[in-house]
DNA sequence: CTGAAAGCGCTTACAG
DNA sequence: CTGAAAGCGCTTACAG
């Protein structure tokens, strides 16, 4: 290994001082061009790499945040994550990523990791057993700012998908194609859960709707759950006019098990869900999905994080943005016909 | 804000040298108990967080790994950076990411970030127009160890599928079919691509079948490329008895447009398609497709890299892990019957 | 505009 | 086992 070139070996080799070396680096505009080329030589000719790292460590902040998702096998946390990156990397930051796997354990340790790192800020989308209190504790203790994502906890600035309106609007549909009894299928306790629950039962409990939303209907957020969910509705000689699914994903599997129970997506039963990822318009009858938009959810967390970083943060008051829903309405509900 | 808690500060409170201090943290076994206890508890008052980065400088590594891919809304991808995170987590290291969107100019934007930030080693899944020895120049100049995934470029570490052996594989299935003639369809030129497309050539033309696989056939990586691609052939009045996609995501195009065609998939006409993602199996008629298994990629491909930071990296020659495809058969082609 | 000095928060020999 | 000193590679006032 040769020994790491310095900014002291540039300035030596230009002939100048450490501190016009730091500025030209820099690109300051108080160096004569004259001066900045001489060094720009020398860089090149030494290959010269800069450390930022030192240069953070002096300047007490790193140009660094941590993004944690639980994963990103799901469309819909995969776009937030690109999207977070696409601002961020544009203000000049670079991100830590880390995947919780919706283990609270693991993603305190995460944060933790990424706390002695440096970080200037958080963005997280919480693991479902998330303890809130302990969550605010740490990352006040060292003060980076946090911005929650899709999971709400109070006391946190957050950005998400207005779920509950999402699901009114979904559920407004569902009556007025005239569905007497929607199943509510999958997911596992988490707040969007619970809003998604909530707009559902808002919208169609007035208008003499069942819900039936039950424990024993939650599921892992994968095909093969809202497949087993579906099945464990039936098993009880439950047949209900519509079923809404947690997400795209969940709804993948309740299209299967359908099938292999000889019913018709669309045809003998109304399905919907939550997300519309390419899953929903891909599926074959395309599928009716309530957008959520995930890029906007990640570039507008970004964004309030860029706010909290750049001001004195502390001062200003928890932010809140919702990212309105929109309900796209396809045949898995469009060509569906009650029954009675 | 508080004032930053040094190690200087827990170690007079404890009453210990900063050395001693130094020690605890790092869990050494020269401290005795008693002496780690009151270090301990101090740092427990005081609030104190480690700072990693600048432990960092001092021993000039960073502990820290780059790892940047195209984009992960392809699922295949997705996998392949979480199975990357859980072994080099596991490692103790943590991940920077970065989309390079395909772009090779934001590739290398990029790298040079991730190398001023002193990544300890870079794992990348290279952009299209890669250039490889702008890239390997890059990564010498800062002597920063890279292994490649996915897509390979000569003289560099290297992990990825046997693409060759899995289109042999899959070829070898669609002529004991019947085919007469077999069109692939989509993606972009890449060294995979190149690779499926030999191996398509390499099993199907020996025994007299057809490869149609022009350039005006290849597509973005997308449902809408492959729907678009499709349409390119049959507008020129070509009906293949097989479509192979370059990918998932371009097969679900295929399906759809097929479908917007008229054409049954599996019935009229055999479809298959790489990577075998969630996609393949939930297709309706589930899909024929040739298993990459990611997940091992990005986990052999961490563990190379983990093996270049251990040893005095230099001497090792370059190190190549093929992963074994495995064919995955369905009724996308299962059912299909030559018209003949 | 430039240079010498101090400091960011840690770790690493080196004596005791 | 502990302590004083030097150093990782930068940046930041502060004089000139």
Redesign the interface.
Known sequence: ??P?ITLEDVSKAAGVSRSTASLVVRGSSRIPESTAMKVREAMDQL?Y??????A??RQ?R?M?IG?IVT???N?YF??L??AV?QIT?DAGY??????SRDLADRQHE?VA??????VDGLLILPALGTDPERLAKQVN???VPIVLLARRFPGFDYVGSENVQGAQMLGEHLSALGARTVAFLGGRPAPSLAEREEGLRASLEPKGVEVWSKEELRSPVS?EGGAAALGRLFDQGKLPDAVVAYSDIVA?GV??EL?RRGLEPGRDIAVASFDDT??AA???PPMTSVAGFPQQVGAKGAELLMTRLDDGN?DIPTQLALIEPQLKIRSSTATWRSRS
Do not use: W
């Open positions: 290994m040769a790491r290959g790499v800069y450390n930022r790292q030192a953070n460590l007490s790193s660094t993004l994963e990103i096998i469309p995969a776009e994550a690109m990156d990397h670079t991100i830590f990523i880390g995947y995460i990791s990424m706390i002695e790192r440096q203790a060292a003060s095909p993948q299209y299967d099938r390419r899953i891909g599926q074959v502390a």
